[in-house]
């Protein structure tokens, strides 16, 4: 059954309940407070008390902390991401002098696929084959992870000149974007820049809507943590501790985390740059209280159709961005993934495929 938006446009298969934390509104907002110290650093769209902020994160802590006991609930079972019927195949090309990995599939209109730092193009492994049957899907390993190259350059809005390069490479003059978490970021500041490049936007729990992030993350960010972290992390009981860290904290539910993911993320210190290029993008994006990046004022100039797809318990960064940004959309759909987290592609690949196929079947023309 549909249900109301914010603005009146329909949510399809969102959760029911859109209030934020304390009864506040499908934003997360009470109703503004002069002169309260809170709302001159977090801005308009963060919640409005002190004590707000302190019940996400508590929820975080008390989350991580159930992880301890649920370790052994890590299923080994989980569906692998075969291809069935879809050949997947990973190919090469230059992009602006960095040699650029990419996986694609399928025949149709293009739709890009951009991961978020600490990841790689392999996270769209689970959802590839059932969006390839009508689309041309191409999923770039991102500079600095996985087999692409080291750029020279973190920077969102540098991503975006990559991504902008990488179409042109591929002779793609407009696509579907899709970007989660960083990878949401960058195809922002495309769609800003170059919008004509943009057919259909999808941000999926993305980054640069808010200032608000988890904590764990923004610590990476003060003097000689993050290179400390990357140190610990070449050790075998750094490795698994990240590998805890990323799965107490970006999956809501510890028995969906599938096996292969387990295996490539505890192989990531072996990946020439990966951890490096992991703590610099963050130390670009963020500060220790939160993000720096935040585009969510200049949301209204964005005329393309966009889907907001967000997972309900993210642990990263809150709902509420979610709901902020499709409000200053002119063209938003805003559809929350129920019982959730931060990567809707990996927990709940077939709500995510579900949500994006409905979504881009409306807009095809």
């Given at each position: 059954?549909?249900?109301?938006m ?18 506040k509104d ?27 902020l302190?019940?996400w ?13 649920d ?5 080994t ?25 990419y ?10 696929l ?20 009508r ?5 770039p ?6 087999t ?20 042109d490479?591929?002779?793609?003059g407009?696509a579907?974007l ?8 960058v ?11 943009v ?11 808010g ?6 993350l ?6 000689g943590?993050?290179?400390a ?10 490795a ?7 799965v ?35 130390q670009?994006m963020?500060s ?5 990046d ?6 209204p100039?964005?005329?393309m159709?966009t889907l ?19 409000a ?19 927990e ?7 949500a994006?196929?409905r979504f ?5 023309a």
């Amino acid at each position: 059954m549909e249900t109301p938006m914010l603005d009146g446009r329909k949510d399809h298969g969102g959760i029911a309940d859109r209030r934020g934390p304390n009864g506040k509104d499908g934003r997360g907002q009470s109703s503004p407070r002069s002169g309260d110290p809170f709302d001159a650093f977090w801005g308009a769209d963060a919640w409005r008390s002190a004590f707000d902020l302190m019940s996400w994160g508590q929820d975080q802590v008390e989350r991580m902390m159930r992880m301890w006991v649920d370790q052994a609930r890590i299923s080994t079972e989980q569906p692998r991401s075969t291809s069935g019927d879809v050949a997947i195949e990973e190919r090469q090309v230059d992009v602006g002098g960095l040699g650029t990995r990419y996986l694609t599939a399928g025949e149709g209109p293009p739709l890009v696929l951009l991961h978020g730092d600490g990841h790689s193009a392999r996270s769209w492994l689970w959802v590839i084959p059932a969006l390839a049957r009508r689309h041309k899907v191409y999923a770039p390993f991102l500079p600095g992870f996985g087999t692409s190259a080291d750029p020279v350059d973190c920077t969102p809005k540098f991503l975006a000149g990559f991504l902008r390069e990488f179409l042109d490479a591929l002779g793609i003059g407009q696509a579907t974007l899709v970007g989660n978490s960083t990878g949401g970021l960058v195809a922002l500041h495309l769609a800003l820049s170059d919008p004509q490049r943009v057919a259909t936007l999808v941000l999926v729990d993305s980054a640069g809507l808010g200032r608000e992030v988890n904590p764990a993350l923004a610590m990476l960010t003060l003097p000689g943590v993050g290179e400390a972290a990357v140190n610990l992390t070449r050790t075998p009981l750094g490795a698994a501790q990240r590998v805890w860290l990323y799965v107490a904290t970006q999956f809501w539910r510890s028995e969906r985390v599938p096996k292969e993911w387990l295996v490539e993320h505890f192989g990531v210190p072996g990946v020439p740059g990966f951890l490096e290029a992991t703590v610099r993008v963050k130390q670009v994006m963020l500060s220790p209280l939160g993000q720096v990046d935040v585009v969510l004022d200049e949301l209204p100039r964005l005329t393309m159709p966009t889907l907001v797809l967000w997972g309900a318990n993210d642990l990263v960064v809150p709902v509420h961005h979610g709901r902020a940004a499709a409000a200053r959309l002119p063209h938003a759909r805003l559809e929350v993934i129920p019982d959730c987290g931060h990567l809707p592609q990996l927990e709940r690949p077939d709500r995510f495929v579900s949500a994006l196929r409905r979504f881009l079947a409306e807009h095809a023309a």
